[in-house]
């Protein structure tokens, strides 16, 4: 495996100007430009196209477009799951998501991080930490998810929501960071 995707896998700093992970964003993105370009009454051609980008697709499988990710094939997702609109998956890391989940529109889910000091930044050097959301999980529209985040079982994140941190099962959280405000049983 080339050094930096290694890199990459293993949440180390990386570039991510190199050209095996460049050539990895191109073939993704030439997917997705193809699957958001399909006909929603083609669900055939579409499933197969999903099924191509990511890792891991789970049965009752819908994502509307348009769709975009970085890499795919580190997005794993279980079964019965819906996406609204404009779901972007910045996957450099792992991202689990499990069983039974529904997205709003608009929303984010981003492993990738950037240094903060500027000369840092613009080495392009950067590194990624998983993220993973359980099962029976409905993500409002909105919602941006933070590299490194867990979300238990059995949670809904309000409409607009920051996830910076985790969040545990059995919850409705909300907010700019995200917290939890009611249990659920």
């Known amino acids: 495996m080339p050094a930096e995707k290694e890199k990459m896998l293993n949440g180390e700093m990386y570039d991510a100007t190199d050209e095996t992970l460049y050539k990895e964003r191109e073939t993704v993105k030439n997917l997705t430009y193809d699957y958001n370009l399909t006909r929603r009454s083609d669900k055939d051609k579409r499933d197969k196209i999903i099924r191509e980008i990511l890792g891991k697709a789970g049965k009752n499988l819908w994502i509307e477009s348009p769709f975009q990710c970085d890499y795919g094939y580190n997005t794993e997702i279980g079964d ?4 609204n609109h404009n779901l ?10 499990g069983n039974n989940v529904f997205v709003g529109p608009n929303t984010g ?3 990738a991080c950037h240094p903060i000091d500027a000369k840092e930044r613009m080495t392009f050097l ?9 099962n029976d999980v409905w993500l409002g529209g909105n919602v941006t998810i933070l590299p ?5 079982d059995n949670v809904v ?6 996830v910076t941190k985790d969040i545990p099962s ?5 907010g700019n960071p ?3 405000i009611k249990k659920l049983n």
Do not use: H, M, Q, R
Request: hydrophobic share 45%; charged share 15%; proline share 4%.
């Open 88 to 97: 972007i998956i910045l996957d450099c890391a792992k991202v689990k998501i």
């Open 157 to 162: 994140i309000g409409a607009g929501s920051v």
């Open 80 to 83: 019965n799951f819906y996406s």
């Open 170 to 174: 059995n919850c409705v959280a909300v």
């Open 126 to 134: 950067e590194w990624a930490e998983p993220i993973t959301i359980g």
């Open 178 to 180: 995200c917290k939890p």
């Open 109 to 111: 889910i981003y492993t």
């Open 148 to 152: 490194g985040v867990t979300i238990g």
